[in-house]
């Protein structure tokens, strides 16, 4: 058997002071292999980019300062070439030999990254010639209307991502609806050798409804995009709506918990509130009660002063009443004769009698003074008594408030806002599938009104039985090979065009035991593209192959315990020695194989092997 019309000879990132990170591959089977985050999935998504592909690089840490992406080929004829294209995208430069991690190349061809029929100025173009497929044509509706074939036609049939290989809809279609029939025209292409270049459209002049088919394009990439995000985060929606049903009732008991706790918080809070209002009340009262005590006693001591001042009037007016009248010692006049003072009548017992009465009023203001006091003092003694039934209460409530929110509140605030943000999580993840089963709705109307609008003769894209039956002859050959449970009866549903093996769908298995027969139609069609000299790049890249032996979905998928991984590489290693398949993997591949194949390990440990696709930062 010849060798592949090309291969891959090595991938590069190169960048102005970066060290360059380079992998190299050879014919026969090589593996990617080791620890997760070390760049494998990325480096099948690079191969891809320089391929051709228009999907961006994913915008990884390891890349910033990798300006540029290289890819060398070798042909059958021994000849070598080197792609160079910008991180960032648009066209390449092609150059002879293999660069690899040479910085400033001169003297490169230019190619265009957009495809142009018949044009080899062009990256598709460049590809196509090297497999002996430039100017074909592939039919891309019923009208019989064609393109021209690209080689991202050919690239999606041979480079199959992580995503790709465990999707339950055919290897070969993409799922988008408006590419279903070109993308069924490329494999009756690779199968057959022959394009569609001779079909006379059944009525070119048919209008197409542009908008419609757009439209039906763009919600299938949504859908696309949609099943990938939930593939990619493995979200089950019965699973989902199972949890949500159960934080619901959750949620709502602790939500009920909390309500009587702070309730409970609530009353206790407004009771300690009181209790502080009235305490201020008797605190302000009692501070009152002290002011009046203090002015009732000066008003006491000056009660006082004025009965004893009083007091000495009377009592000295009185002796002074009683006091027998006698001659002036100056001048002789006898006491009827004498003159007295113009101020002062000498009426000495008025006097006596008028502080006699101020002495009685005084008194009687001072028994009043004493009875308010002894009241106050009374009224003081009870306001204490109630204040320290007061400080007893606000205590007891203190303490009730310190216990309700204690820790164990606290903890159950934190579960309650933990649950619900746990609840708002799983409705996003479920708008995921309403968002996917809203737009198919809207897909399927749009594609009962295309249909509609197409009621007239077609042109049908169909496969000899003749052929189909030795393809799936092939597939069932692999399968046995490798030792695949129940690998009997395998036969092509053009339907869905896809295989059923031993009675059962192939779409509808597992995602490990999906990604496993991916990899055996993928290698299947290089196998019989080969065998009968029919057109194939010759090399086939797949990501996570065995994927059931790691992440299986449940026991049927489990394929732990089965020599299926020994016979799949032990195969490979036998029956590609002349063509090349790229494989990566969690799992390093048997020892027995590890000298037959060319294997980079990503160890992920800076002091042992290589760390990964990028080499790590100093």
């Known amino acids: 058997m010849s060798k592949s019309p090309i291969i891959i000879n090595n991938l590069a990132f190169l960048g102005p002071g970066k060290e360059a990170a380079l992998i190299n591959f050879d014919y026969g089977l090589n593996v990617v292999c080791g620890a997760s985050d070390t760049g494998k999935s990325f480096l099948i998504e690079a191969i891809d980019f320089m391929l051709g592909g228009t999907a961006e690089l994913r915008d990884i840490p390891e890349r910033i300062g990798y300006d540029r992406a290289r890819l060398a080929v070798e042909t059958n004829e021994g000849a070598l070439f080197t792609f160079e294209k910008s991180t960032e995208g648009g066209n390449f430069s092609l150059y002879e030999g293999a660069l690899k991690d040479e910085m400033r190349i001169e003297g490169g061809e230019r190619l265009n990254a957009k495809h142009a029929h018949g044009k080899k100025d062009n990256i598709s173009g460049w590809l196509l010639d090297k497999i002996n497929l430039l100017d074909k044509r592939l039919r891309k509706n019923q009208q019989g209307i064609t393109r021209s074939l690209s080689f991202r036609d050919i690239a999606r049939l041979v480079v199959v991502t992580e995503s790709e290989i465990i999707r339950q809809t055919s290897p070969f279609l993409s799922g988008q609806v408006i590419n279903k029939t070109a993308e069924y025209s490329a494999l009756k292409l690779l199968l057959t050798g022959v394009d569609d270049s ?108 004025d009965i004893e001042r009083l007091n000495g009037i009377e009592e000295s007016g009185s002796l002074f009443v009683h006091q027998e009248k006698v001659p002036c010692p100056l001048c002789g006049a006898m006491p009827d004769e004498q003159h007295v003072s113009d101020e002062c009548e000498g009426d000495v017992e008025s006097i006596v009698l008028a502080a006699g009465a101020e002495i009685q009023k005084i008194n009687r203001l001072s028994n009043d003074l004493n009875q308010t006091v002894v009241e106050l003092g009374e009224e003081k003694e009870q306001l204490d008594e109630s204040l320290a039934l007061l400080n007893e209460q606000y205590k007891a409530l203190d303490e009730k408030i310190k216990e309700a929110i204690s820790p164990d509140f606290r903890q159950s605030q934190i579960e309650y806002t933990e649950f619900v943000d746990k609840r708002n999580e799983i409705t996003t993840a479920l708008n995921f599938f309403d968002r996917v089963e809203r737009l198919e709705n809207q897909k399927s109307e749009l594609v009962e009104v295309e249909e509609s609008e197409s009621k007239q003769d077609t042109v049908d894209t169909k496969l000899s039985k003749a052929i189909l039956n030795d393809f799936s002859k092939t597939i069932e050959n692999i399968l046995k090979e490798w030792n695949f449970p129940g690998a009997a009866d395998v036969y092509f549903d053009e339907s869905a065009k896809d295989f059923v093996i031993a009675g059962k769908p192939r779409g509808s298995r ?17 196998e019989y593209c080969k065998s009968n000299s029919l057109p194939h790049p010759g090399f086939v890249v797949l990501d996570s192959p065995l994927l059931a032996y790691y992440k299986p979905e449940g026991d049927e998928d489990d394929l732990q315990g089965t020599d299926l991984k020994e016979r799949f590489y032990n195969y490979l290693v036998n029956n590609h020695s002349d063509s090349q398949i790229i494989i990566v993997e969690n799992e390093h591949p048997p020892t027995m194989v590890e000298k037959q194949i060319n294997m980079t390990d990503f160890t992920k440990n800076p002091h042992k092997g290589r760390y990964g696709l990028f080499p790590i930062k100093k």
């Open 198 to 305: 001779a079909i006379v459209p059944v009525d070119e002049k048919v209008a197409r409804d542009v908008g419609v088919a757009a439209k039906i394009e763009l919600i299938e990439q949504w859908i696309t995009d949609l099943k990938d995000g939930i593939e990619s985060r493995e979200l089950n929606e019965e699973e989902l709506k199972q949890q949500k049903e159960k934080l619901d009732v959750t949620i709502e008991k602790k939500k009920e918990s909390m309500s009587t706790f702070q309730s409970a918080l609530d009353e206790s809070i407004t009771s300690r509130r009181e209790v502080v209002e009235q305490q201020e009340q008797i605190k302000d009262r009692l501070g009152e009660i002290e002011e009046l005590l203090e002015r009732f006693d000066l008003l006491g001591e000056h009660y006082r002063i």
């Open 510 to 526: 597992g995602k490990g035991l999906r990604a496993i027969t991916h990899a055996a139609v993928t290698i299947g069609l290089l």
